[in-house]
T-cell receptor, first 110, second 112 residues
C-alpha cells in the first residue's frame, strides 16, 4: 500500500467551477499535511498546509482534513485556466520526512 | 532572499558512470531533502539531511548517497548509473525539516 495516494486524473473542470482534489494516507500518526502545485516543467510550490481537523481557507483554496478517515482534500473555487497544473499531496511522518503522492493533473478549460 | 539553487541543471551520462549533484539551500535552512521525480511516479523520497547528519532515508539502493556540509549545502551521488536512474532530481530545503519545503529547479539526469 502506497503511503500517500491520489487519483492521477486527469481531472478536467470548466472555468469558474469548483475543482476537488483528494488524498488518502496510511500513517495514522501523521500530523501535518501539505498541498503543492507543480506547473509543467517547473518545481513544486507550496499552496496550502493544514494541521488540524476541519477546513482551512486561503483565498480560492480550501484544504480539508479528516484524520479519523485519513483523508485530506483541496477545493479550488472559481477555477481559472491558470490553475491548470499537477497538484501534489504531501504528508509529514512522525520521523519528520515528507512523503508525496503521485499527484493529480488538473485541467481548467476556458 | 536567494532561493534553493541546484547545479547542474542538465546532465547526460552513460550507464556505469557516476554523478554528483549539488544543492544550496535557502540561507538559514538547515534541512535538505532530495527527491527523484519520474513521470507517473511522483516524488520519491531519497533522503533528508539536517546539521550534516542523514536523518531519514527512503527506499533506494545504496548506489544513491548524499552528504551535507557545515554550511548546509548538500550533494547527492549516484554510482554505477542505470538507465532507470534517468529522472528529475529535486532538492528541497526547510528550516528544520518536515515542514514547508522550498524546492530548487532540479537537475534533469539522462542516462544513455
Amino acid at each position: 500500500q502506497k503511503e500517500v495516494e491520489q487519483n492521477s486524473g486527469p481531472l478536467s473542470v470548466p472555468e469558474g467551477a469548483i475543482a476537488s482534489l483528494n488524498c488518502t494516507y496510511s500513517d495514522r500518526g501523521s500530523q501535518s499535511f501539505f498541498w503543492y502545485r507543480q506547473y509543467s516543467g517547473k518545481s513544486p510550490e507550496l499552496i496550502m498546509f493544514i494541521y488540524s481537523n476541519g477546513d482551512k481557507e486561503d483565498g480560492r483554496f480550501t484544504a480539508q482534513l479528516n484524520k479519523a478517515s485519513q483523508y485530506v482534500s483541496l477545493l479550488i473555487r472559481d477555477s481559472q485556466p491558470s490553475d491548470s497544473a499537477t497538484y501534489l499531496c504531501a504528508v509529514k511522518h512522525n520521523n519528520n520526512d515528507m512523503r508525496f503522492g503521485a499527484g493529480t493533473r488538473l485541467t481548467v478549460k476556458p | 532572499k536567494a532561493g534553493v539553487t541546484q547545479t547542474p541543471r542538465y546532465l547526460i551520462k552513460t550507464r556505469g558512470q557516476q554523478v554528483t549533484l549539488s544543492c544550496s539551500p535557502i540561507s538559514g535552512h538547515r534541512s535538505v531533502s532530495w527527491y527523484q521525480q519520474t513521470p507517473g511516479q511522483g516524488l520519491q523520497f531519497l533522503f533528508e539531511y539536517f546539521s550534516e547528519t542523514q536523518r531519514n532515508k527512503g527506499n533506494f539502493p545504496g548506489r544513491f548517497s548524499g552528504r551535507q556540509f557545515s554550511n548546509s549545502r548538500s550533494e547527492m551521488n549516484v554510482s554505477t548509473l542505470e538507465l532507470g536512474d534517468s529522472a528529475l532530481y529535486l532538492c528541497a530545503s526547510s528550516r528544520s525539516g518536515g515542514e514547508k519545503l522550498f524546492f530548487g529547479s532540479g537537475t534533469q539526469l539522462s542516462v544513455l
